[in-house]
């Protein structure tokens, strides 16, 4: 049975259940996606954009899946404690594809803010989740959204109301939980009206050793002279596959900043799609992945400059360890009213060993002829002569490299807007290098 064939024929069995433990919102987009999802199946190797991921065999094996919305038998809240230094956030959990709806303390929000399961809130508020709900995620181009579309039944919504500042950080933590091989599908649908202001953080943990397979989609809407950050951070394992793709849509004077950060993984494959929609929005799309012992991270971009006057400025990183593989390809569109365009694209990579292998294709397609736009790529090793240098000053050679990838990667860290968490991320980076366990401060649930 092909890839496909397994899905079509679950949602067709399964409609009825995974209708009826969803909201009418998110149902009404189901019929669609899965007529998207018999044309199109997933992308292959032949596809331009999946040369490194081979995406109908991640999704091959026959995974379980909560239909019924079980509960799973963990409390996060015992296992998961973030002791990050001066960073206090707002702190929600999804445990595998669920939304976990137990605190142990009260949150408290802004008048008109809105923050919790998906699924809820679209049953109380329908009209607004319906409003933006599956708008930016377009089935009909990638099977992997369709499939999402298809089976999600719950996941994180955030809504900020106009001129609303969210003080603190809110914290989103992704709890995989299983005792067979499992796969979950999540949506996250984040909303900041008019000059709203908010920084968002999700992480992604795994618990236990079973086989996981997530697919999940966020939608991002950032009105006019609205601000937002998101940062997007993947600690799980050898044995996890991660499939997501991230939406967002700018309004005019908007600024955005989105940072995707891998320090361990199994597969991860993450596609980034920016549209720049409003005159004067700017955008920073940053990343950064290290990969060793066979781990594979993918990263495609597409930053859509459709209006004059916007900026962009991405830039990824990866260092590549043992017999890792890393792949980045980015494309930046500047459409022909887009004049006064700025955008910059940056990749560079380092491979530590000879079996190391880093695939990278920057792209700038360009219809405007009054921009400044940039791109380049680089592929190379350790600094010989800076290496020796540390070395001739006493330096161990283990402890020289891992200063010199520490310092190739500071200025990813330096682009996060979120000062604790920006320490934090320098500590992380440093034991990952040195090979330690890099386990969150407190935490119950990183190996």
């Given at each position: 049975m092909?890839?496909?064939?397994?899905?079509i024929?679950?949602?067709?069995?399964?409609?009825?259940l995974?209708?009826?433990k969803s909201?009418p919102?998110?149902?009404?987009?189901?019929?669609?996606?899965a007529?998207?999802?018999?044309?199109t199946g997933f992308?292959d190797?032949?596809?331009?954009n999946y040369?490194l991921?081979d995406i109908?065999?991640?999704y091959?094996p026959?995974?379980?899946?909560?239909?019924n919305?079980?509960e799973i038998?963990?409390n996060?809240?015992?296992?998961?404690?973030c002791?990050v230094?001066?960073?206090?956030?707002l702190?929600?959990?999804?445990?595998?594809?669920?939304?976990y709806?137990y605190q142990?303390r009260?949150?408290?929000?802004p008048?008109?803010?809105l923050?919790?399961?998906?699924?809820?809130m679209a049953?109380?508020c329908?009209?607004?989740?319906?409003r933006?709900?599956?708008?930016?995620?377009?089935?009909s181009?990638?099977?992997?959204?369709?499939?999402n579309?298809?089976l999600?039944?719950?996941?994180?919504f955030?809504?900020i109301p106009?001129?609303?500042?969210l003080e603190?950080?809110?914290?989103?933590v992704?709890?995989l939980r299983?005792?067979?091989?499992?796969?979950v599908?999540?949506?996250?649908l984040?909303v900041l009206?008019?000059?709203?202001?908010?920084k968002?953080l999700?992480?992604?943990?795994?618990?236990?050793?079973a086989?996981f397979l997530?697919?999940?989609v966020t939608?991002i809407?950032?009105g006019?002279n609205?601000?937002?950050?998101?940062?997007?951070m993947?600690?799980?394992s050898l044995?996890?596959?991660?499939?997501?793709?991230?939406?967002?849509?700018?309004e005019?004077?908007s600024?955005?900043?989105?940072?995707g950060?891998?320090?361990?993984?199994?597969?991860?494959r993450?596609?980034y799609?920016?549209?720049l929609a409003g005159?004067?929005?700017?955008?920073?799309?940053?990343?950064?992945?290290?990969a060793?012992?066979?781990?594979?991270v993918d990263?495609?971009?597409?930053?859509d400059?459709?209006?004059?006057?916007?900026?962009?400025?991405?830039?990824?990183?990866?260092?590549?360890?043992?017999?890792?593989r890393?792949?980045?390809?980015g494309?930046?569109?500047v459409?022909?009213?887009?004049?006064?365009?700025v955008?910059?694209q940056?990749?560079k990579?380092?491979?530590?060993?000879?079996?190391?292998?880093m695939y990278?294709?920057?792209q700038?397609?360009?219809?405007a002829d009054?921009?400044?736009c940039?791109h380049?790529?680089?592929?190379?090793?350790?600094?010989q002569?800076?290496l020796?240098?540390?070395?001739?000053?006493?330096?161990s050679?283990g402890?020289?490299r891992?200063?010199?990838?520490y310092?190739?990667?500071n200025?990813?860290?330096e682009?996060?807007?979120?000062?604790a968490?920006?320490?934090r991320?320098r500590q992380?980076?440093?034991?990952?290098f040195r090979?330690?366990?890099a386990?969150c401060?407190?935490c119950?649930?990183?190996?």
């Amino acid at each position: 049975m092909s890839s496909e064939k397994q899905y079509i024929e679950l949602y067709e069995k399964y409609v009825s259940l995974l209708n009826d433990k969803s909201a009418p919102v998110l149902n009404a987009r189901r019929p669609a996606a899965a007529a998207a999802f018999a044309e199109t199946g997933f992308p292959d190797a032949v596809s331009e954009n999946y040369t490194l991921t081979d995406i109908p065999a991640a999704y091959a094996p026959d995974y379980g899946l909560n239909l019924n919305r079980l509960e799973i038998p963990v409390n996060p809240n015992e296992v998961f404690r973030c002791d990050v230094p001066n960073l206090s956030t707002l702190l929600y959990f999804i445990v595998n594809d669920t939304f976990y709806p137990y605190q142990e303390r009260p949150l408290t929000l802004p008048d008109g803010v809105l923050a919790g399961s998906l699924k809820e809130m679209a049953l109380a508020c329908p009209e607004l989740v319906a409003r933006y709900y599956g708008g930016l995620a377009d089935v009909s181009k990638d099977g992997t959204v369709a499939l999402n579309t298809m089976l999600a039944q719950d996941g994180f919504f955030l809504y900020i109301p106009r001129n609303v500042v969210l003080e603190k950080p809110l914290q989103l933590v992704h709890v995989l939980r299983g005792d067979t091989d499992f796969m979950v599908n999540r949506r996250l649908l984040i909303v900041l009206e008019e000059g709203a202001q908010a920084k968002v953080l999700v992480c992604d943990h795994t618990m236990d050793k079973a086989r996981f397979l997530t697919s999940q989609v966020t939608e991002i809407y950032a009105g006019a002279n609205s601000v937002f950050d998101f940062y997007d951070m993947e600690e799980s394992s050898l044995d996890t596959i991660r499939v997501a793709s991230t939406f967002v849509r700018q309004e005019a004077g908007s600024n955005v900043l989105v940072n995707g950060i891998t320090l361990h993984n199994g597969i991860t494959r993450n596609n980034y799609h920016v549209t720049l929609a409003g005159e004067g929005a700017e955008v920073g799309l940053c990343g950064m992945a290290i990969a060793d012992r066979g781990e594979s991270v993918d990263n495609y971009t597409f930053i859509d400059h459709a209006v004059p006057g916007c900026t962009s400025n991405e830039l990824f990183k990866y260092v590549i360890d043992d017999d890792a593989r890393g792949a980045f390809s980015g494309r930046i569109l500047v459409r022909p009213d887009a004049q006064k365009t700025v955008a910059y694209q940056s990749n560079k990579n380092l491979c530590m060993t000879p079996e190391a292998r880093m695939y990278t294709k920057p792209q700038l397609e360009i219809y405007a002829d009054d921009v400044k736009c940039s791109h380049g790529a680089t592929v190379g090793q350790l600094d010989q002569e800076a290496l020796f240098y540390l070395r001739s000053r006493g330096i161990s050679e283990g402890e020289a490299r891992m200063l010199l990838m520490y310092a190739f990667m500071n200025d990813v860290i330096e682009n996060v807007r979120l000062d604790a968490l920006k320490d934090r991320l320098r500590q992380l980076v440093e034991k990952r290098f040195r090979g330690e366990l890099a386990k969150c401060a407190g935490c119950g649930v990183c190996r």
